[in-house]
């Protein structure tokens, strides 16, 4: 058999950045191929991740992040999160990460039912409880303040493109704090745990893949997400928060949750948008369906579990 040829550390895609080169470099593993993985549907910067096979027959997953800074977060984070649970983060340079390839099917691709979304309530709430003491780790991010003035900016921006009247912006940003929501618990959230993270070991396991993600801030806003970003049944749903708060997590008072909710919906339709046309209209229609309900006067219970 004829060797695959292996790529030259100076001749690998530019696209990698200058970290992520040193940090394969450190590693010391020739380098067969190169290829870039699909980003998620985020409202934060994305990180740029590519799955990299070496010459030992290792496969890895190489992600540039946003900084530095949300690199060392990401590292120091990953340190405390259970390997059977979490993909690990092997190391760290600048603002590159290196972990492994978790060989699986996505959720999404094999299908789920209640027994995974129970498991996905217990991640998060064992992600939301971590208690991370390193120095790296500070509680920007978590606060109310800063949530309301991005669901405020999000609504702003589709006003000025002509997805929602400059009413509906306000409608919606009042609609949304009919009850002025609280602090509340915040912790290590995920920001985007949902069926297209989670993937299924040959053991039959789940493991949560995209751990690059991982922050500091409300966790209300991160249970939030994964009810937008996943689609559930109404019992689904239901499960899904009473197995959360079963493993110790702290559910949201749901007279508070159509503020969350909109700051996820808004968030994700306002980067879409931004992004271009193309994949924006699922999340803008599923803006209209969250102001209609809030202009029916659904309550927060009702739209966690059927919105």
């Known amino acids: 058999m004829v060797p695959m040829p292996t790529l030259p550390l100076d001749r ?23 290829a870039p993985v699909s980003g998620a549907d985020s409202p934060f910067p994305a990180p740029r991740a590519f799955r990299v096979d070496l010459a030992n027959g290792q496969v890895l997953k190489a992600v540039r992040a946003t900084s530095a800074a949300r690199a060392a977060l990401v590292f120091a984070i990953s340190r405390h999160l259970d390997r059977a649970d979490f993909a690990p983060v092997l190391a760290r340079h600048g603002a590159a990460l290196l972990m492994p390839w978790i060989e699986g099917r996505p959720l999404y691709d ?39 003035a991005k ?10 493109r002509d997805v929602i009247s400059v009413d509906e912006r306000e409608t919606l940003l009042a609609l949304a704090r009919t009850v002025e929501p609280s602090p509340g618990a915040s912790g290590v959230i995920h920001r985007d745990l949902c069926a297209d993270n989670l993937v299924r070991l040959p053991s039959g396991a789940l493991c ?20 937008y970003r996943w689609p559930m049944s109404a019992p689904q749903r239901a499960a899904l928060f009473a197995a959360y708060a079963s493993h110790g997590g702290l559910l949201p008072d749901w007279r508070e949750f ?17 992004l271009g046309a193309d994949g924006a209209m699922g999340p803008i229609g599923r803006l209209r369906a969250l102001l209609h309900d809030l202009r029916a006067g659904i309550d927060g219970e009702q739209l966690a579990l059927h919105g």
């Open 151 to 160: 669901l405020r900016h999000d609504l702003g921006s589709l006003a000025r």
């Open 110 to 148: 094999v299908g789920w039912d209640t027994p995974e979304v129970r498991q996905a309530g217990r991640l998060l709430a064992a992600l939301h409880a971590l208690v991370v003491p390193d120095a790296a780790v500070r509680p920007g991010g978590a606060g109310l303040d800063l949530y309301t």
């Open 12 to 34: 690998l895609p530019d696209a990698l950045g200058t970290d992520v080169h040193a940090l394969l470099r450190r590693h010391g593993v020739p380098v067969r191929a190169v």
């Open 208 to 227: 949560v893949v995209d751990v690059e993600s991982v922050a500091i801030g409300a966790c209300a806003y991160d249970l939030a997400r994964t009810w």
């Open 258 to 274: 159509p503020f969350w909710a909109a700051c996820a919906v808004v968030a994700s339709c306002a980067q879409r948008r931004l």
